[in-house]
């Protein structure tokens, strides 16, 4: 909101400081919801540190299964980074490795939540819809009605069921697009896993005025993480990253998702028997594209 616009035809590198680790969106915030609802946002992940360690010091054990890729640092004693600086722009950082000086390196991973946000299997979701009147209007001229903004359409990563399942891309081959077969929507919903893997799931709402209850028709997931952040609390002592810390995280079987949050959920499969589930909205006006039936805001997981 305080940052700055691009010109057209012209680019800008943007460096920004990376704090956490998490699920994260990004929009554009000019003319903020006439460019989000021709499309212009998508989700970005900041990965932690803690894969870096385990993939190449050992995994983690949790609940009898071991993980090297995790959705947080949930481990309390994850050795920082060492950066290395530019050797000509003073305090650039050019790249991180783990710091192998910590005495009694490597260590053992260790704490209450250790290993909690592991998985095998992880996929980004992203709730948006778009109103088809608003969308036409936008190509002829300013100003657009704002305040009749109304969607019709509610989609996952771009598109509505079936299509949320579709592993190709999705191809505009609308009339008046001069380049016919340019594939707009590239990204699948569909998540396909076994009964050994643990799911992350990334979800995300950038709606621009729904709220959406996310619920999964299978046994209950665990919440581990909200808007890029661990659910993890202070023990006792009051600090956070502790042996005595709380475990926040929960057993649910939807989430309530307003614009601009994300939730990260883990599905473990292990229960479950081979076949189709579905993770959908369960907003019944969400699940249709444009009032026709048996769509909307909907995908498959597949557990083989």
Do not use: W
Request: with cysteine.
């Amino acid at each position: 909101m305080a940052s700055f616009g691009v010109r057209m035809m012209s680019d800008l590198a943007y460096y920004y400081n990376l704090v956490e680790p998490g699920t994260y969106m990004y929009h554009c915030h000019v003319e903020a919801t006439e460019h989000m609802e021709m499309g212009m946002l998508a989700n970005l992940v900041v990965r932690p540190r803690q894969d870096l360690y385990t993939q190449a010091y050992g995994p983690v054990t949790f609940n009898g299964r071991l993980y090297t890729k995790f959705g947080y640092n949930d481990c309390n004693n994850v050795p920082g980074f060492a950066p290395t600086y530019d050797p000509v722009e003073t305090g650039k950082v050019i790249a991180n490795q783990i710091d192998t000086t910590i005495p009694g390196f490597p260590v053992a991973l260790n704490g209450p939540m250790c290993g909690a946000s592991g998985y095998t299997v992880d996929k980004l979701i992203q709730f948006a819809e778009f109103d088809p009147v608003f969308h036409d209007l936008h190509i002829n001229a300013q100003p657009l009605p704002f305040a009749e903004l109304e969607a019709k359409y509610f989609m996952f990563n771009g598109r509505g069921y079936p299509d949320t399942i579709n592993p190709a891309a999705i191809v505009n081959n609308a009339a008046e697009v001069d380049e016919t077969n340019y594939p707009s929507q590239k990204i699948p919903s569909v998540i396909t896993a076994t009964t050994a893997d643990t799911i992350l799931v990334r979800l995300s709402n950038l709606s621009i005025q729904n709220f959406a209850s996310i619920e999964f028709n299978g046994p209950p997931f665990k919440v581990v993480g909200k808007c890029a952040r661990l659910l993890r609390g202070p023990g006792p002592d009051g600090e956070v990253g502790t042996a005595d810390d709380t475990d926040l995280s929960y057993l649910a079987n939807s989430v309530f998702i307003g614009p601009g949050e994300t939730f990260d959920i883990i599905i473990y499969p292990g229960t479950l028997v081979a076949g189709t589930y579905y993770l959908y909205s369960r907003n019944l006006n969400h699940l249709n594209n444009d009032l026709m039936d048996r769509g909307g805001a909907m995908t498959e997981i597949v557990i083989n």
